[in-house]
């Protein structure tokens, strides 16, 4: 009985421990790839967020105050009132 031992010891053990051993490497191969991902998908959010800053500056030089003058002059051809245009109307409350 002594043999037996030995045997399965070999029979068994050996096979779990090189099958233990493979699915360790795939896993160590499959999270390798998933950090590779990661780092991937990182680097195209910092991308992401410096063309969003370029995106909302422009946007706000867009909208400014003087860019909106100048579309008003020289493609509206409106222009500054003078102060003697400037009407002032006084409206007095009715009782009554």
């Given at each position: 009985?002594?043999?037996?031992?030995?045997?399965?010891?070999?029979?068994?053990?050996?096979?779990?421990?090189?099958?233990?051993?493979?699915?360790?490497?795939?896993?160590?191969?499959?999270?390798?790839?998933?950090?590779?991902?990661?780092?991937?998908?990182?680097?195209?959010?910092?991308?992401?967020?410096?063309?969003?800053?370029?995106l909302?500056?422009?946007?706000?030089?867009?909208?400014?105050?003087?860019?909106?003058?100048?579309?008003a002059?020289?493609?509206?051809?409106?222009?500054?009132?003078?102060?003697?245009?400037?009407?002032?109307?006084?409206?007095?409350?009715?009782?009554?």
């Amino acid at each position: 009985m002594k043999k037996i031992y030995p045997v399965f010891f070999s029979a068994v053990v050996f096979p779990f421990s090189a099958l233990m051993l493979i699915f360790s490497l795939l896993c160590s191969i499959k999270l390798s790839a998933v950090n590779d991902r990661v780092r991937e998908l990182d680097e195209q959010c910092r991308t992401l967020m410096l063309e969003n800053e370029r995106l909302t500056a422009e946007y706000e030089s867009l909208a400014s105050i003087d860019k909106v003058e100048k579309y008003a002059v020289s493609v509206l051809g409106m222009q500054q009132c003078e102060a003697t245009q400037i009407v002032y109307i006084e409206m007095k409350e009715q009782v009554g």
